[in-house]
């Protein structure tokens, strides 16, 4: 009996282990880490999924539009959604709402995709150089994505693994900034200045990394390595300006001469993946019937801003009709989405983004079907950062030659700043130069997600006097507290489960 015990207990606990091991059975199926970050296969899958982060409704898909357009002295909201407004006019006080949860959330999860890749790359074998492509790649991505956590939050962590050890240290903007301006810096180490492949137009180069590294530095004031990184651009003697500034909001022209690095997007589920295109239209467009919604609206103070200069001939400077929609009384059968304004019954006296619609190949945009790249930074950009550079360095005569390069394309022609008979007596005067930069950038990058970071850049949130400027611009800011709205709330759920997070100032 004792024996027969025995040999039962030995089966019951056999038993017992053998349907532990049955229940844990892997599906074969199933990619986890186990079986996946294995081959050079995996690892380049890794990254390509990575890219996807790019598109996600926290990043460039959605939410940055807004944090990055609306609330600036660019643009507004009067959208019947109460949400929406309370982001644009500084009276958010609900902190579990979208934009604030699903931005952070979002871009976190980008740098956590960007770990996995950075983590088993050294792990992998496979040829060095094609590792070093990857791994500059995700560097990249990482810090795109940490840059935009500084310019929204001001701060949060900073995980440069993929695996959580203990809780996390939680750095202020000027930190993040810099993890971010490493992460490019050691991107642009590692990547070609072009892909070889037609197959790889639309990743990131050199170019990209170095532009990237460019606007974080002059967000930290870093005026030299701005200038220093710039020319590092031009010496690869790869990129120009378009003649027609229109070509770099369209679908025809994209990873041109011009783009130092752009977002892809598709129009439509390809192959029944969603969040290939972007929602920027549906909600910042023309709000005819239809067409978009008026959740975002440009601000007329644009319009005003343009409307300062003619062209060497004469005419409206060519960037306002390619970056506005607006009733000109000059040309009244103007047609908008297979309409003109009149016929739409539009406000006359409001105008609108037009930067990356549809509006003269369609009669209504989507959300599922815009799939014009996104431009994150132009040459146009960069060389108004190095102009900007040099004032800041007190070499304000060297920056007209700069500025002159945006302003005399082709599909601009104004004036050199020189020769303007409406910006006058600037001569080697810093502040009044900065001052003209600041203009400058409004015509060429309005509408384009970097107002509200120039802003920001140039202290514009810091005094009384700015943000009685701002409000003379954009009355959403009489609601703006200076030291609380320069940042956005963080989200309330991630206060209590994060060690060490506190709110952003200001916020309750």
Not at 342 to 356: A, F, G, M, P, R
């Amino acid at each position: 009996m004792k024996n027969y015990k025995f040999i039962l207990g030995i089966l019951c606990i056999t038993l017992l282990f053998s349907c532990e091991d049955i229940l844990e059975q892997k599906n074969p199926n199933e990619m986890d880490t186990t079986n996946f970050w294995k081959t050079e296969e995996d690892l380049s899958a890794g990254l390509n999924a990575t890219y996807r982060s790019l598109r996600f409704n926290g990043a460039y898909r959605r939410w940055l539009h807004f944090l990055y357009i609306s609330r600036a002295d660019e643009g507004y909201c009067t959208s019947p959604d109460p949400t929406l407004i309370s982001y644009s006019n500084f009276l958010i006080n609900d902190y579990t709402k979208p934009a604030v949860i699903f931005t952070w959330l979002d871009l976190y999860k980008g740098v956590f995709w960007a770990n996995q890749v950075l983590d088993n790359a050294p792990k992998i074998e496979m040829d060095d150089t094609k590792r070093d492509y990857i791994v500059g790649q995700a560097l990249f991505i990482r810090g795109l994505h940490l840059f935009n956590i500084a310019g929204v939050y001001g701060r949060g962590g900073i995980p440069l693994t993929a695996e959580a050890e203990g809780d996390p240290e939680i750095h202020e903007q000027p930190e993040i900034y810099r993890q971010a301006q490493k992460d490019f810096d050691d991107a642009a180490k590692l990547l070609p200045a072009q892909w070889a492949s037609s197959l790889d137009v639309g990743r990131v180069t050199k170019g990209a990394a170095l532009a990237m590294d460019v606007k974080v530095s002059a967000q930290l004031h870093e005026w030299q390595r701005v200038v220093d990184k710039s020319e590092d651009i031009f010496d690869l003697g790869i990129y120009d300006l378009r003649d027609d500034y229109k070509d770099n909001f369209t679908d025809v022209y994209e990873n041109n001469e011009e783009s130092l690095f752009e977002v892809q997007f598709m129009s439509g589920p390809v192959n029944g993946v969603g969040q290939l295109s972007h929602e920027r239209a549906k909600f910042f467009g023309l709000p005819a019937t239809g067409c978009s919604w008026d959740d975002a609206t440009a601000g007329n103070i644009v319009k005003t801003d343009f409307s300062k200069e003619l062209t060497k001939d004469g005419k409206v400077d060519p960037r306002l009709k390619n970056t506005l929609f607006y009733y000109d009384p000059v040309n009244p059968n103007e047609i908008f989405y297979g309409k003109t304004w009149t016929q739409w019954s539009l406000n006359q006296s409001k105008v609108y983004w037009k930067k990356y619609t549809h509006w003269e190949t369609k009669t209504a945009e989507s959300h599922e079907d815009n799939g014009i790249n996104l431009r994150i930074v132009r040459l146009a950009d960069i060389y108004l950062l190095y102009a900007e550079a040099l004032n800041e360095l007190d070499r304000t005569a060297e920056a007209y030659v700069w500025i002159n390069k945006v302003r005399e394309r082709p599909g601009v022609n104004l004036p050199k700043l020189e020769n303007s008979t409406v910006f006058t007596n600037i001569g080697n005067d810093k502040e009044k130069m900065r001052r003209q930069i600041m203009h400058e950038r409004v015509c060429e990058l309005s509408g384009e997600g970097w107002r509200w970071l120039d802003l920001e850049r140039w202290g514009m949130f810091d005094t009384a006097e700015n943000i009685s400027y701002l409000k003379s611009r954009d009355s959403e800011f009489d609601n703006f507290e200076i030291g609380k709205n320069n940042r956005f709330p963080l989200p309330l759920r991630d206060i209590y489960l994060i060690p060490g997070l506190e709110q952003n100032p200001g916020y309750k």
